[in-house]
């Protein structure tokens, strides 16, 4: 919590946004009080670390009463959205799920998108990293991995089936406009 602070008061003066990337979304209602208080923009990456079952699976947890719309910390980041205190980026759909086809990603990008349609960003994440998840374990910062193979179009194309027009247009043109406080019309 400090650090986001720390970090927001040391951007404030550049009027910039904090970006972050939290693995665990269950710690956002632990946190929704300092979010509140940032005095920046605050944009969470990759569907704020949210998960599906295919990806609880992978990893070897338990699914039994695994509700992909009643996981711990969504209803606080659909607070949160709602309110206008955060930004959250529609990207790295391979960070939560492990379905090769990612059709149980759309609960997840629904329930973000229903919660404020104005306050979703679309992120490429690319050139894809591997995600924690797959990473074998004793990796070292020296250790080279490669890169992950990712069908962008076919996500995107997904992703656009999912929203309705207006919802697009927000999400690709609109949105990412209003953030950066772009204002011409061309």
């Known amino acids: 919590m400090r650090f986001l602070k720390a970090y927001s008061e040391r ?7 904090l970006q972050i990337y939290h693995p665990h979304p269950e710690y956002y209602g632990k946190l929704e009080s300092t979010i509140r208080s940032l005095p920046v923009p605050l944009v969470i990456d990759h569907f704020a670390g949210l998960k599906t ?19 711990p910390g969504l209803s606080t980041l659909c607070r949160l959205l709602q309110d206008q205190m955060i930004w959250i980026k529609l990207s790295a759909p391979y960070r939560c799920s492990e379905d090769p086809t990612y059709e149980d990603m759309k609960p997840l990008v629904r329930a973000l ?13 690319w050139p894809h990293t591997q995600p ?13 991995e490669t890169y992950l193979a990712f069908d962008d179009v076919a996500w995107v194309k ?29």
Do not use: C
Request: proline content about 6%; charged content about 30%; glycine content about 8%.
């Open 53 to 71: 079952a295919s990806l609880l699976e992978y990893t070897k947890q338990s699914t039994a009463g695994f509700e992909v719309k009643s996981q």
């Open 11 to 17: 951007v404030r003066p550049l009027d910039w946004a």
């Open 132 to 144: 924690f998840h797959r990473r074998p374990p004793g990796m070292k910062g020296t250790d080279v």
């Open 158 to 186: 997904k992703l656009k089936g999912w929203l309705d027009e207006e919802e697009w247009m927000k999400l690709m043109v609109h949105n990412p406009r209003r953030f950066i406080g772009y204002t011409d019309d061309d």
């Open 113 to 125: 998108v229903d919660a404020n349609p104005d306050r979703v960003l679309y992120g490429s994440d």
